[in-house]
């Protein structure tokens, strides 16, 4: 079982920049691919990025390119996500998950493929 916890999220002003951080308990975090999504109110959950095990491939939704980097440190099993040029449409709640690395590029963006999810740590970016 993997049991995720993000940290990181907090008030910024647009421009700013941002580090959220997922935690993972679990030996095999590395076999892991590993997924950033958000929701706002009354909004469903949506895709923000993917990385998968070895670090071979990253995914982003069109509206993060350029601006968010998602990584991972397979030795502390954390991912990251650092957002940066942060704009008020970026204000959620963002949520890390996890699964087992299969798939082709669009079934890691899926968040009906992914098993394990954390908390969701809120971000909200002021204009």
């Known amino acids: 079982q993997v049991q995720l916890v993000e940290s990181g999220g907090g008030l910024v002003q647009a421009g700013g920049s941002l580090r959220l951080s997922c935690a993972a308990s679990?030996?095999?975090?590395?076999?892991?691919?590993m997924g950033w999504f958000r929701q706002s109110p009354g909004k469903e959950r949506e895709f923000v990025a993917a990385i998968r095990r070895m670090r071979v491939y990253t995914y982003y939704t069109d509206s993060v390119k350029g601006r968010f980097t998602i990584s991972r440190d397979d030795a502390k099993n954390t991912v990251y996500l650092q957002m940066n040029s942060l704009k008020p449409e970026d204000t959620a709640v963002y949520y890390c998950a996890a699964d087992r690395d299969y798939g082709d590029s669009r079934s890691r963006q899926r968040a009906d493929n992914y098993e394990h999810w954390g908390q969701g740590t809120q971000v909200t970016v002021s204009s």
């Open positions: 679990g030996r095999t975090f590395s076999n892991y691919a």
